[in-house]
């Protein structure tokens, strides 16, 4: 199982109502709204595609040969 590390995050209440409604939008959690949209943030400035799921397709690209 993968270990998760907890921390305490403090946020203004206007954008955790934002959050929330984002959230139940997508049927997520809090939590796992912003776990989602950070791991979504650091994809992005890692380069890589912001589709967590990686298709053969994109795969086959990515590798040279």
Do not use: H
């Amino acid at each position: 199982m993968e270990q998760r590390k907890a921390f305490l995050l403090r946020i203004n209440a206007e954008l955790w109502k934002e959050l929330e409604a984002w959230a139940a939008d997508e049927l997520r959690s809090v939590n796992g709204q912003v776990e989602y949209l950070l791991r979504q943030a650091v994809q992005k400035r890692k380069g890589e595609a912001a589709n967590t799921a990686a298709s053969p397709e994109s795969d086959a690209r990515s590798k040279p040969g």
